[in-house]
């Protein structure tokens, strides 16, 4: 099974600073999920990447294949971004092992 | 589209009821998962479906069933409601394979008393 580490697991920023917010996964893969949590509990998918980095408004999310690491940073936070980050790897057979999460918290 | 959408939205049962969880999906998605959400714990995986007529346990399969009769829909059912399967549980689908992107169903919030 991929054990997947997230951190940290509680962010507080203030409005307008740069957000990272970091993935270790212990087996090799071919894709990372990074997946945004809203405060109402719905899951939607932000990024799926395998290699390199990605980027979708102010999000950015890149990949260390080698390292086995990931990130996802947030720039120019806003309030709006407040939720909670999941990071998510396929593990043994047709499975996603997921991450604690970390709750982001942005400040006005 | 609708998505995956799962009914009910909150759910209240006695220890020993039954139910099924409804899920469905309208993309033509082949791989479906169901996962259960419980404070300081990532998601974990109950029933997995890579396929219509195909199924298979997750992490945490004891005390639920699925199947999979068509590719739309994938129910899951407690058999006998214990308090520790008090949980919000999600639905997901994805078009092939676990590696591509996953779509979510809203949730639903189940308490067994």
């Known amino acids: 099974k991929n054990e997947v580490e997230q951190s940290p697991q509680n962010l507080t920023a203030q409005e307008g600073e740069f957000i990272t917010i970091n993935c270790s996964y212990s087996v090799g893969i071919s894709a990372l999920h990074w997946l945004q949590q809203h405060p109402g509990g719905g899951i939607v998918s932000l990024f799926m990447l395998s290699s390199g980095k990605k980027k979708h408004g102010r999000l950015i999310a890149t990949i260390n294949i080698q390292e086995k690491h990931s990130s996802l940073h947030i720039t120019a936070s806003h309030p709006r971004d407040s939720a909670v980050y999941i990071c998510a790897v396929p593990s043994s057979g047709s499975r996603l092992t997921f991450g604690e999460g970390t709750q982001l918290t942005v400040n006005p | 589209n609708a998505g995956v959408t799962q009914t009910p939205k909150f759910q209240v049962l006695k220890t020993g009821q039954s139910m099924t969880l409804q899920c469905a999906q309208d993309?033509?998605?082949?791989?479906m998962s169901w996962y259960r959400q419980d404070p300081g714990m990532g998601l974990r995986l109950i029933h997995y479906s890579v396929g219509a007529g195909i199924t298979d346990q997750g992490e945490v399969p004891n005390g639920y069933n699925v199947s999979r009769s068509t590719t739309e829909d994938f129910p899951l059912r407690l058999l006998s409601a214990a308090p520790s399967q008090t949980s919000v549980y999600f639905c997901?689908?994805?078009?092939?394979?676990?590696?591509?992107?996953?779509?979510f169903g809203p949730g639903t919030r189940l308490t067994v008393l």
């Open positions: 993309m033509n998605h082949e791989y």
């Open positions: 997901a689908s994805s078009r092939d394979r676990v590696e591509n992107e996953q779509f």
